[in-house]
């Protein structure tokens, strides 16, 4: 490198000093330290830009307002909870499933100080993690026996090392499971990573029974069944029932493992009417060695994966040095046991947040939209109707008719009326169609609604 040319020192030397910046700048409620370190992180990413292209240094206050904005950006990323109008339930950006007040009460009780998560009460000694959730959800699920782990992606990986051994590495499935879900969970990386041995069949759109019994061969650890979450495929399709699959298993010798995901535990179409859902119960029913499920999907729970089925496998898995890897944490087991324990107190109208959103009436949405519309009293604010959809990958065709508040301010555009909605006090995420920005009240818990009012007033009586 020659010597710096004059521009190139002059820039240098003008870049003004971290803690010029720091008086002029205000870090809102972002820790001092914190503040000092972005400054510093933007004056030497305009250090390094000077050096490699030769860039002049923006003025002073441009430098200000530039970093200012880092910063701001930087606080809204720290987490906090946002009011979902978008209709989807299982809104993966927005955090799965809610949890409702007495998941969380449990949640609270058990972390704010000790617990018994691994002492015998009875016995004075030490006790088993988790072993009245595991009764809870063996028998919720109809397994012979239960446990679970960090989420369903890590239950498949656990499931895989422990049936895919080194003796037996290859996992048949089907060339039309070979699916996608969403954060770059990908089920031939999966396996893959997980050290088995990939034996595709069948086609995409069909495969039969004779295209698994075909593959099986000496290394065959273990038929994987993966449920199609988030797409679906209509036509000219043909798979095998599960009867069909667990009969194959049976008499080969080798086990049969569904990922099932989304996991119902109820009958779906008894809650608003939605098409029916494979139910873990009925997963086991036809004979399935293992299903493993998300807690935080149509469960309702907080994330976590489930396993659930066979005694005998489910009791190796938990011997295995990964499971321990793979645990869950206390605030989890609190707020899963009281999940299930719902599900249990009632199984076809369980009291869990999501399914209280799902089966919510159209009347009473219909009651708070008009309140909503009243209180904000602008002209151009309406009631409408729309579909929410369950969202996280779950039933992509499912559609529950909903109630939403509509609006097309005057004055602004329709996404930066959203963008100020997101931007408020309490964060609000509406969506936008049909012309108009639109608020599902089906995903709005209703303590929720006097803030959603007052949002949208402060919205309308500034655009006018
Ligand atoms: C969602 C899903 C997963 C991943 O579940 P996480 O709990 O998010 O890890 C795995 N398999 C299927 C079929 C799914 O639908």
Known sequence: MGT?????????????????????????????????????????????????????????EDVVESISTELTHIERSRLRGVINGTGVLLHTNLGRSPLGEAALQRVVEVARGYSNLEF??????????GSFLERCLALSSGGEAATVVNNCAAALVLILRYLASPDHPEVVISRGELIEIGGGFRIPEILESSGSRLREVGTTNRTRIADYERA????????????????????????????????LGRERGIPVVLDLGSGALVDTENI????????????????????????????????????????????TLKKNPLFRALRCDKMVFAALEETALAYLEDSENPD?????????????????????????GYPGLRVGSAYSRCGGGTMPKAKIPSITIDVNPQGIGLGEAARRLRLGVIPIVA??????????????????????????????????
Not at 120 to 129: A, C, P, T, V
Not at 216 to 245: A, D
Request: contains cysteine.
């Open 431 to 464: 969506y936008l169609a049909d012309d108009e920005l639109k608020i599902d009240l089906r995903t709005v818990f209703s303590n929720q609604d006097d803030d959603l009012a007052s949002a949208l007033a402060e919205l309308l009586r500034v655009v006018g």
């Open 216 to 247: 099986i061969g000496p290394e065959t650890g273990m038929l994987l069944k993966v449920h199609r979450s988030n797409f679906y495929q209509e036509g000219f399709v043909e798979e095998p029932t599960l009867e069909e699959l667990v009969a």
């Open 352 to 376: 869990v947040s999501l399914i209280n959103l799902m089966s919510e009436d159209l009347d009473t949405l219909r009651g708070r939209a008009e309140a909503i519309v009243r209180k904000v």
């Open 120 to 129: 015998d009460l009875s016995q004075g000694e030490r006790g088993k993690r």
């Open 4 to 60: 710096l040319s004059n521009e190139r020192s002059t820039a240098l030397r003008s870049l003004p000093s971290v803690d010029r910046i720091l008086q002029e700048i205000d870090g809102g409620t972002l820790p001092r330290i914190l503040v000092t370190s972005v400054v510093r992180e933007q004056i030497e990413l305009r250090r390094e830009r000077i050096l490699s292209e030769n860039t002049k240094v923006e003025a002073f």
């Open 272 to 315: 608003a009417k939605l098409p029916h859902e494979t139910t873990i119960a009925e997963a086991l029913k036809a004979g399935v060695d293992l299903v493993c499920i998300s807690g935080d999907k149509l469960l309702g729970g907080p994330q976590a994966g489930i396993i659930a089925g066979k005694k005998s496998h489910v009791a």
